[in-house]
């Protein structure tokens, strides 16, 4: 099994900064790729950022030029720096992990951008 443990999250003012971590341990061999996904009350989820084993990065056009995913892969870490946050921001950010055609799920961080 691999399971992901994220921390972060909290409450941050619009155009605030806040950074997710998220660490996958367990069977972790071949990592195709790490992100993030999140899920707003009365929506459905949807992709934030990921980061394949190879360093390439994609990301949601609502968050482009806005956040950055990184990762360590000595740690099998992945981060999600967040800057310029607006309400719509605001959401349940899981980390995902996809490993040889099987897909993983963090237990879920709240965020939330208010003033």
């Known amino acids: 099994q691999v399971q992901l443990v994220e921390s972060g999250g909290g409450l941050v003012q619009p155009g605030g900064s806040l950074g997710l971590s998220c660490a996958a341990s367990?069977?972790?061999?071949?990592?195709?790729?790490m992100g993030w996904y999140r899920q707003a009350p009365g929506k459905q989820r949807e992709l934030v950022a990921t980061?394949?084993?190879?360093?390439?990065?994609t990301y949601a056009d609502s968050v482009k030029g806005r956040f950055t995913i990184s990762k360590n892969n000595t740690k099998n870490t992945v981060y999600l720096q967040m800057h310029s946050m607006r309400p719509e921001d605001t959401a349940v950010y899981y980390c995902?992990?996809?490993?040889?055609?099987?897909?993983?799920w963090g237990q879920g961080t709240q965020v939330t951008v208010s003033s």
């Open positions: 367990g069977r972790v061999f071949s990592i195709d790729y």
């Open positions: 995902r992990l996809a490993q040889r055609g099987y897909y993983y």
């Open positions: 980061l394949t084993n190879g360093g390439t990065p």
